[in-house]
């Protein structure tokens, strides 16, 4: 089931759900609108390897602060909300970009807010066929909640829990195979 902004309103004023900031415009019809934070991470290109089972991947990423970014062609960055998330344990988001800026080329690969994450949300971002410049402060993502048919009962506790601003990928652990 997705949540109305009925639903939602009540699930932030009860508490079970935080928001934070909130603004007028934050909660929607069906889901809602997240602004981006002052912080970007670009993708190097490199002909360097990145080894998933190497822990640093610092080296890979080009951090920048700011009031706006430009996002060049086909380029990958990291960005994040302004907004700080509290999930409950009943409910799971689908995170989409809004659709003026998928008209203008850019695009972001399928993401979901787990149930009882709580943090800023780090998005991948991928640049179109011409430059665009994206300000601190825009609506830029979309999401939408579902209502899950239970709360789960092995909630979100990963290495992303809590986290603030752009957050690069952690490579910790080795696959078991």
């Known amino acids: 089931m997705i949540l109305s902004d009925f639903d939602l309103w009540n699930y932030i ?3 079970r759900m935080v928001i934070d900031p909130i603004h007028g415009d ?17 993708l190097k290109s490199t002909g360097e390897v990145l080894d998933t089972y190497d822990g640093d991947v610092s080296r890979f990423y080009e951090l920048e602060r700011g009031a706006s970014f430009v996002i060049r062609p086909r380029e990958h960055v990291l960005m994040h909300t302004v907004e700080y998330i509290s999930m409950p344990r009943d409910l799971m988001g689908f995170v989409n970009l809004r659709s003026t800026f998928a008209r203008l080329g850019l695009s972001i690969p399928p993401t979901i807010i787990d149930a009882n994450f709580e943090g800023q949300l ?12 994206l300000h601190a402060g825009q609506r830029f ?29 952690e490579l910790r652990e080795k696959s078991k195979v």
């Open 13 to 15: 004023k009860s508490g």
């Open 26 to 42: 934050t909660v929607r019809e069906n889901g809602l609108d997240l602004r981006i934070g002052d912080e970007m991470a670009r």
């Open 141 to 169: 993502l979309h999401v939408v909640f579902a209502k899950l048919t239970s709360e789960v009962s092995s909630p979100y506790r990963g290495k992303y829990q809590g986290q603030r601003g752009v957050r690069l990928p």
């Open 122 to 133: 780090t998005i991948e971002m991928v640049g179109g066929e011409f430059p665009v410049r």
